[in-house]
């Protein structure tokens, strides 16, 4: 397979560059992310981590659907649905690095992985790729929290 590696990769370096998230990154740190990417397939109903479980990975959805709950004991809260253009993942830039919710695939999606660990990494090493990083990243926490809260005061109004 002559070529597969270099083609890969920048068959990966463009669908990151075409991400919402990443529209516009330089090309410097789009290679240094596509260096590290790996294309990823789950299948329906499987679990892409679990709240408390280390984290230590993000991904960019390319397509299906993945659920995002938070569980206690037997009952689960659905707290916000990711699909295409989405990102899954935040807790891999922030101590004490552990999951805040549960993640399973709805349907088959396909994502781009990257290893949390080694991009904190760089971002201590470059600041200025630590700042991108946390620019793109702020918005989705934002949104993923307010997508929880939403969802906790609906449930609480059903139960009262």
Not at 55 to 79: H, K, Q
Not at 89 to 104: E, I, K, M, Q, T
Not at 107 to 124: H, K, P, S
Request: charged share 25%; proline share 3%.
């Amino acid at each position: 397979m002559t070529g597969s590696s270099s083609e890969s990769a920048t068959s990966i370096a463009r669908l990151i560059s075409e991400h919402r998230v990443f529209a516009g990154l330089a090309p410097q740190y789009l290679n240094l992310l596509a260096d590290v990417a790996m294309l990823k397939k789950f299948e329906t109903n499987e679990v892409l981590f679990r709240e408390s479980d280390p984290a230590n990975r993000f991904y960019l959805i390319l397509d299906g659907e993945v659920t995002v709950e938070s569980v206690n004991g037997d009952a689960s809260v659905l707290v916000q649905t990711v699909g295409r253009d989405d990102v899954l993942g935040w807790s891999w830039l922030f101590p004490p690095y552990y999951w805040h919710f549960d993640a399973r695939a709805l349907r088959t999606t396909r994502a781009i992985f990257f290893y949390g660990t080694w991009l904190r990494e760089n971002c201590e090493r470059d600041h200025e790729f630590g700042y991108e990083m946390l620019t793109r990243f702020v918005p989705i926490m934002i949104e993923r929290l307010q997508a929880a809260r939403r969802q906790f005061v609906k449930v609480r109004n059903v139960s009262t």
